[in-house]
T-cell receptor
């Protein structure tokens, strides 16, 4: 398996522009997570989906951020309009909650991240 | 302070020495996980310990969990320069309603530097 795939790997944009980050989870995983990492705030969970349904979006900073998961193999995180304070590394991760004995596992597999710079 | 706080924030040791990192948390958990992040890369899962377990081993890694103190420790024995990375503990709590899925809450991490 190729692991979690994110694109683009690097994005440089100007304030006010729309930014779309993309993620392909590991096949068969039905939970997907979007994180943001900065030096100041560490690793923050923005939103997570289970079976393509948003479960918890309490970490989404404000209305400028939106996330979708139209199918089991694709998710997007959109920022519109972008601001310099959005500059960070954005990670996507996926997991398989499993059934029965494995239902308490939930280890997550992370993508390589997208480094976003908003000028 | 937030769930999953690591201590120390930074640790510098010589190759061959053991490295111990601690993690404290506040709420009930289903399991606690440790992750490693090399500079500029994504996090990689190292080891998971469930709430009913007290100790677990994986290669040179040993993790303990004390649910009464809400704390965990990660020990890396015989460290190598390649172990240089940031290490994060993360607590997992299943979503309400008896579901099997949920979210991880990560701490700020410990930066480990192993000198050759």
């Amino acid at each position: 398996d190729a692991g979690v795939i994110q694109s683009p790997r690097h994005e440089v944009t100007e304030m006010g522009q729309e930014v779309t980050l993309r993620c392909k989870p590991i096949s068969g995983h039905n939970s997907l997570f979007w994180y943001r990492q900065t030096m100041m705030r560490g690793l923050e969970l923005l939103i997570y989906f289970n079976n393509n349904v948003p479960i918890d979006d309490s970490g989404m900073p404000e209305d400028r951020f939106s996330a979708k998961m139209p199918n089991a193999s694709f998710s997007t995180l959109k920022i519109q309009p972008s601001e310099p304070r959005d500059s960070a590394v954005y990670f996507c991760a996926s997991s398989d909650p499993g059934q029965g004995a494995r239902s308490s596992y939930n280890e997550q597999f992370f993508g390589p991240g997208t480094r976003l710079t908003v000028l | 302070s937030q769930q999953g706080e690591e201590d120390p924030q930074a640790l510098s040791i010589q190759e061959g020495e053991n490295a111990t990192m601690n993690c404290s948390y506040k709420t009930s958990i289903n399991n606690l996980q440790w992750y490693r992040q090399n500079s500029g890369r994504g996090l990689v899962h190292l080891i998971l310990i469930r709430s009913n377990e007290r100790e677990k081993h994986s290669g040179r890694l040993r993790v303990t969990l004390d649910t009464s103190k809400k704390s965990s420790s990660l020990l890396i024995t015989a460290s190598r320069a390649a172990d240089t990375a940031s290490y994060f503990c993360a607590t997992f709590a299943a979503n309400a309603g008896g579901t099997s899925y949920g979210k991880l809450t990560f701490g700020q991490g410990t930066i480990l530097t192993v000198h050759p």
